[in-house]
Nanobody
Framework: VQLVESGGGLVQAGGYLRLSCAAS????????MAWFRQAPEKEREFVTT????????YYADSVRGRFTISREYAKNTVYLQMNSLKPEDTALYYC????????????????WGQGTQFTVSS
């Protein structure tokens, strides 16, 4: 199983960025996909998740209305479109996968990527 994130970098506040997570080694269509993030000296926190069918989606209050999760089944890839970025969005972003139902708890996820870092400058 592999989850490979990409798309990190440096962005100015107010800007946008799209992260990608390419999945392999499991049946992508049957798994819930999620994004979590971890800022320095903070615990890993839930960002968003999408069910295996593409709906429903769930978002943390801090990103709702600014971030959008989507999945492309033909490419076994999940995306995180991030708009109106804030310095507090700076973190290492992880992609995660689990079967069955969506969850906001990191401990419920079976598979994790290595993470991709991006920084939002003020």
């Amino acid at each position: 199983v592999q989850l490979v994130e990409s798309g990190g970098g440096l962005v100015q506040a107010g800007g946008y960025l799209r992260l990608s997570c390419a999945a392999s080694g499991f049946i992508f269509d049957e798994y819930v996909m999620a994004w979590f993030r971890q800022a320095p000296e903070k615990e890993r926190e839930f960002v968003t998740t999408v069910s295996s069918s593409g709906r429903p989606t769930y978002y943390a209050d801090s990103v709702r209305g600014r971030f959008t999760i989507s999945r492309e089944y033909a490419k076994n890839t999940v995306y995180l479109q991030m708009n109106s970025l804030k310095p507090e969005d700076t973190a290492l972003y992880y992609c995660a996968a689990r079967p069955y139902s969506a969850s906001k708890h990191a401990t419920d996820y079976d598979y994790w990527g290595q993470g991709t870092q991006f920084t939002v400058s003020s």
